[in-house]
């Protein structure tokens, strides 16, 4: 915000501001104005792109599992092992591809941000109106604005009549604020407060005016939060920092043992040849191919669970993010409330009674003291509730799927509370006619209508402070009475009460105007006014929250509320939900409070307590993100006005609103709730924590086979014999018969208590110390079988230790088939007891995931066809193996499955 001295635009008088920016309340000339534009630049978002394809393509190759992968076939290459290079570059090439499109998303931010800015604008320049480009904008131009108009740019109110804005893009509350021409005496104001002033992509509710422009274009404040959004950087996932780290330690472990497997190769004087293939084996041993296609079957399944509960993830890895969430930053109107203002209290007669049902839809009963009373039975309340609704510009339709307020969401609540009373349409306009009103204006603080029916009355509503002040009677009990000093105060102490509970409060009073001239009803229509009664409202908390929020808690997850919205609203609607309990268990942060406080101070107030922000700007709320970011944690943030956007891409998981986010907003998020819900956060959690889980388990089941691939390259090394499985072999367990099983672990439901568990997934590694010695200890013993059934296999083929071996003979293809088939039937032991690292496939339900059942018969069906189809024969490298070789698969098979059985036991 541009600054005179210490003084910022919104603190200086009108003759000030116009000076400042050269101009007068005529506007500038044209000439004047094409001198600005050629300086300034046009009034529009800069639109740049935050992405490049080539990188993100690029970017699939910078992975230390795939420059093996490369390595290796080069080295396949130059021994003219085309088949296998080819088959390996295939294998590179559909990794890349997965990778490239799971990332590549069109950052369309600015362009929606563009969206936002209006096409033409009426000006004054030279003391004339004229309509111009608003691209041709420039600072010091005179702009008018009236009912509909999207403001053009941002800009000082010259002048204002009932002039209302709606400001939901940038403060996100849905009521149109009343702005004024006045100079604001206070310093360090939130954009909430500023009302002297308006901003581009705004919008006019009611009343007109006009303003001069103090900025435009990328000087704007919608400018400026498309700058913040492009400068906040996405950053990696707490699954793909595991799964980053994990490849890392992979790499060097098989450099590791390459090394050794060389050096323990010249020791035995093998050939360059066969060292080669060795090595060759090795390299596509440790690499899990079918790990990219598992995750993202994994996440996509997560996605379409998600999408059941009403939550839209927009990419894949947003799914486990979910999971691993501990703090989630929500916004208050919207999500933890309906944003349906609601009439939840009426005062009349000297009762109050409550009325029942939430938001528009016109169904609830009325309460005294607990209990059902018959409405028709309360004197005056029939006409509270006509005043209500006839001294109203709002009104309500019936829309498929619910109810929608067209006008004033405060007189719209009034209209609702009316139709509550009566059903029937029109109930109270019948007979009634209209003759004239005294709109609502910020000074008078109240409105009023003149109505002819039986009698000519002037129905009022207003502040009840103003209104206790011009009304003389009360009506009690069907009569008009004295409205005494005590009676007075007995109305304003309820009054207050009411709104000590964040309730807005709104009072009805009439006047016979009988008698009266017409020409005199403007200025008696609200004189020695007849006090009817209260109507109390508020935005109420969705049914399901407070239940949501609960869960949170037993989840181990901290809910934090941040809103721009008044710090007394944002204290009745946290203790309503339950996410601030007894005094001194909780804080409120407001914007200017925290602007005062250091990251460490902010921090460590919210890890103590339970905080409630309230009045935060834009900045503060991305602000909020990062120290909370800075300090580990994994934050989920809703938002969906277009100053919510930095701070939704700044979270692990920003969270948009489907139904009132905009389209700024939804670009900037990870997800999407359709229902506007903070419970549907909740159910999203517990889903991507359930995914999580399944992530773990199937990334054990195919290291463990990596791990039995590799052992049984390195056995062959150590035994001197030729290497009892084929690179091509390796591909063939782990593109084919692995494939299925990886995917069915996927569908593995939550094992019991899991998902209540308070630990988060960034709290549990990918890979456990104990996950990784389990690996050692079945790889070690599937290599083993393997090892034993090729050996097996060649000593019945008549070979014999220490003697040379052609690698194209059927005795020797033959072998590794036989090897082959034991790695790859051990692995269906090893994904059935994959399923939980505690429990056993019998305490689960054996075939209560029947995805895993259907992959095993899949993949036994695969392997079969790899040993007995010509064409699979030819480019793989297998034959049909012999009822010895099925005996030591069976064998070994077994021995894996109950190995795991035993150790589950053990852990019991």
């Not at 004197?379 to 829309?399: D, H, K, M, V, W």
């Not at 001239?517 to 006090?531: C, D, G, I, T």
């Not at 517990?686 to 791990?707: M, W």
């Not at 030819?874 to 070994?892: A, E, F, N, S």
């Amino acid at each position: 915000m541009k600054k005179t001295g210490e003084k910022k635009i919104y603190n200086l008088e009108v003759n000030e501001v116009l000076e400042k920016f050269q101009t007068t309340s005529h506007g500038i000339a044209n000439d004047e104005a094409g001198k600005r534009l050629k300086q300034v630049g046009p009034n529009r978002i800069d639109k740049r792109r935050s992405w490049k394809g080539l990188h993100i393509l690029l970017g699939q190759f910078n992975d230390a599992l795939v420059w093996i992968l490369l390595i290796a076939a080069g080295l396949a290459a130059y021994f003219q092992e085309y088949r296998d290079a080819t088959i390996i570059g295939i294998i590179i090439f559909i990794n890349a591809t997965v990778g490239f499109l799971q990332e590549f998303r069109s950052e369309r931010i600015l362009e929606s941000i563009k969206r936002l800015t209006t096409d033409q604008a009426i000006v004054i320049r030279s003391g004339e109106r004229r309509e111009i480009d608003a691209a041709e904008i420039v600072p010091g131009d005179v702009v008018v604005l009236s009912a509909g108009d999207s403001v053009p740019a941002d800009g000082y109110l010259l002048e204002s009549y009932d002039l209302r804005i709606n400001s939901f893009i940038f403060t996100g509350e849905s009521k149109p604020r009343l702005k004024t021409a006045k100079a604001l005496k206070e310093e360090n104001v939130v954009l909430a407060d500023i009302n002297n002033m308006v901003f581009g992509g705004e919008t006019v509710a009611t009343g007109e005016g006009n303003f001069v422009v103090t900025a435009t274009g990328m000087a704007t404040e919608l400018g400026r939060i498309a700058n913040l959004t492009a400068e906040v950087k996405e950053e990696a996932t707490p699954l793909q920092q595991q799964m980053r780290i994990l490849g890392r330690n992979v790499t060097i472990l098989a450099f590791t043992i390459g090394a050794l497997v060389v050096i323990i190769g010249q020791y035995f004087h093998l050939s360059l040849y066969q060292n080669f293939l060795f090595a060759l084996a090795l390299a596509v041993s440790v690499v899990p191919e079918g790990l990219p296609a598992a995750i993202s079957v994994a996440l996509s399944l997560g996605m379409r669970r998600l999408l059941k509960d009403n939550v839209l993830a927009k990419k894949l890895n947003a799914v486990e993010t979910l999971g691993s969430v501990s703090i989630i930053c929500t916004d208050k109107t919207g999500t933890i409330t309906r944003n349906e203002l609601t009439v939840v209290k009426v005062i009349v007669n000297g009762q109050e009674l409550e009325v029942g049902g939430v938001g528009y839809a016109p169904e609830g009963s009325f309460y005294q003291q607990g209990k059902v009373v018959n409405q028709n039975h309360i004197p005056q309340l029939e006409l509270l509730f006509r005043i209500g609704t006839l001294c109203n510009g709002a009104s309500l339709l019936r829309e498929e799927g619910g109810y929608k307020i067209v006008g004033d969401p405060t007189e719209g609540a009034i209209i609702v509370a009316g139709r509550k009373y009566n059903q029937q349409d029109h109930f109270f306009e019948l007979g009634e006619t209209k003759l004239t009103e005294n709109p609502f204006s910020s000074d008078r603080m109240r409105m009023s209508v003149v109505y002819k029916n039986a009698a000519t009355v002037s129905y009022v509503k207003g502040s009840p402070d103003v209104l206790l002040e011009r009304a003389k009677w009360m009506l009690r009990g069907g009569k008009v009475v004295k409205f005494t000093p005590k009676e007075k105060e007995l109305e304003r102490e309820r009054y207050n009460a009411m709104s000590s509970e964040a309730l807005r409060v709104l009072a009805f009073a009439y006047r016979n105007l009988e008698g009266v001239s017409p020409q005199n009803y403007p200025e008696e229509a609200e004189r020695e006014l007849v006090w009817v009664g209260m109507m109390a409202m508020i935005d109420p908390p969705r049914n399901d929250v407070a239940e949501a929020i609960r869960e949170c808690k037993r989840l181990g997850i901290k809910p934090i509320m941040i809103t721009g919205d008044y710090e007394i609203t944002a204290r009745a609607i946290a203790k309503n939900v339950g996410l601030i309990e007894g005094e001194g268990t909780y804080e409120l942060i407001n914007g200017s409070l925290l602007a005062g406080l250091k990251d460490r101070e902010v921090y460590q107030r919210i890890k103590t307590k339970d905080v409630i922000f309230a009045r935060i700007s834009p900045e503060q709320k991305l602000r909020i993100a990062s120290i909370l970011k800075a300090n580990r944690q994994i934050i989920a943030m809703t938002g969906d006005g277009v100053n919510d956007a930095p701070a939704l891409k700044r979270a692990d998981i920003g969270v948009a609103m489907g139904i009132m986010g905009t389209d700024v907003s939804k670009e900037a998020a990870d997800m999407i709730l359709l229902d506007d819900n903070f419970a549907s956060i909740v159910k999203g959690i517990q889903e991507g924590r359930t995914v999580y889980q399944n992530l773990r388990k199937f990334v054990h089941y195919v290291f463990t086979s990596n791990a039995s691939e590799l052992f049984t390259v390195i056995l062959g090394v150590l035994l001197q014999i030729p290497s009892p499985i084929s690179a091509v072999q390796i591909l063939a367990i782990d593109l084919g018969t692995d494939i299925f099983p990886s995917f069915a672990l996927s569908f593995e439901p939550p094992e019991p208590g899991e998902s209540r568990k308070k630990s988060t997934n960034a709290k549990y590694g990918i890979m456990s110390v104990q996950g990784f010695w389990r690996i050692i200890f079945i790889g070690l013993l599937m290599a083993a079988g393997a090892a034993a059934a090729f050996i097996w296999s060649m000593l019945r083929g008549g070979w014999t230790f220490g003697t040379s071996l052609s690698l194209d003979s059927e005795l020797y293809i033959r072998s590794t088939t036989a090897a082959y088939a034991v790695l790859s039937m051990t692995q269906m032991a090893n994904v059935l007891q994959s399923r939980s690292d505690k429990y056993s496939p019998t305490t689960l339900g054996f075939f209560k995931n029947k995805y895993v059942i259907g992959a095993i018969i899949i993949s036994v069906l695969i392997l079969l066809a790899f040993m007995y189809l010509p064409f699979c024969q030819h480019y793989l490298r297998m034959l049909p193996i012999q009822w010895p070789d099925w005996l030591m698969v069976i064998g070994t098979t077994m021995a894996v499955y109950f190995f795991e059985e035993a150790r589950k036991g053990e852990g019991r």
